[in-house]
């Protein structure tokens, strides 16, 4: 589901970084802890979270 990169990310407006950052979340909340599914989101949620920190915006 996700397919993020750093620079995908930077050019991303804030309103969807906070979008992809529910979505991920929703994903890790729905999926087993050892699936792939889970291990992706997890990854893309981290990879936000930086993005949304490097921009000085906490996520809520």
């Known amino acids: ?3 993020l990169t ?4 930077k050019a991303k407006s ?3 970084l906070r979008d992809l950052f529910q979505r991920a979340t929703r994903e890790i909340a729905s999926n087993p ?5 889970f291990s992706n989101a997890s990854t ?3 990879m936000i979270r930086d993005e949304l920190a490097r921009r000085g915006i906490s996520p809520r």
């Not at 750093?6 to 990310?9: A, E, I």
């Not at 802890?33 to 599914?37: I, V």
Request: proline letters at 0%; a positive charge; glycine letters at 6%.
């Open 14 to 16: 804030e309103a969807q």
């Open 33 to 37: 802890r050892l699936s792939a599914t």
């Open 44 to 46: 893309a949620l981290l």
């Open 6 to 9: 750093k620079d995908g990310l």
């Open 1 to 3: 589901m996700f397919r």
